[in-house]
Each structure stands twice: as structure tokens, then as C-alpha cells.
């Protein structure tokens, strides 16, 4: 996984659900946005009560600040890459200017 520093945090993250397996998450903070791009297997999606079922090379743009889950159907491993983009979830660190 990678991310950008506060206030304004974009994680990527690389991601396989065994078979079976399913992620539940809670609603992040108010204007999260995800972009999930299925590179093996397949993953169903759920937002706010509604499944997406994700083939391979099938994407899906979501917003993350409501209940949502991800769930491997299957009896293989799906891989996924998945984009989490949290606006004002932190404070910047001040950067110090210098006058010349």
C-alpha cells in the first residue's frame, strides 16, 4: 500500500480476497471516493445494500462514505487494485517559508 500525506489522503492499495472471504467496511468521512479495478477473479461490491458483481478488467467508481463491503464469490483468489481517496481526513504539517 502507498498514501499521501493530510489533509487531503489518497491511499492504493493492492488487494486478494481468498475464496470466500469478505471485507465489511464502515462509511469513511464525508466525500471518500473509491475506484476498484479487478485484475483476477472476480469481486462483488456492495453500496449501501446494492451488489456490483466485477469481472476481470471491469472498474467501478463509488462513494466510500457510506457502508460498503467486498466480497469474493468464488472458489479462486480475486485480485484488485483499489484507490481511496479521503478529502480533509488530517491536518498538513506547516511548512515553514523563508524570506530571502
Given amino acids: 500500500m502507498a498514501g499521501t ?3 487531503d489522503v489518497t491511499e492504493l492499495w493492492d488487494w486478494t480476497l481468498g475464496p470466500g ?12 471516493v473509491e475506484l476498484l479495478h479487478v485484475l ?3 469481486v462483488t461490491v456492495e453500496v449501501s445494500g446494492r451488489p456490483h458483481l466485477l469481472e476481470p478488467g471491469d472498474a ?3 462513494h466510500g462514505d457510506t ?10 483468489p ?5 484507490c481511496v481517496h479521503e478529502p480533509g481526513v488530517g491536518e498538513a504539517e ?6 530571502d
Fill in 40 to 42: 483476477d477473479g472476480s
Fill in 94 to 99: 506547516e511548512m515553514e517559508s523563508t524570506d
Fill in 78 to 82: 480475486a485480485r484488485f487494485t483499489l
Fill in 5 to 7: 500525506e493530510p489533509p
Fill in 21 to 32: 472471504d469478505r471485507h465489511q467496511s464502515e462509511a469513511h468521512s464525508a466525500g471518500t
Fill in 67 to 76: 457502508e460498503h463491503s467486498y466480497t469474493n464469490p468464488h472458489d479462486t
Fill in 60 to 62: 467501478l467508481t463509488f
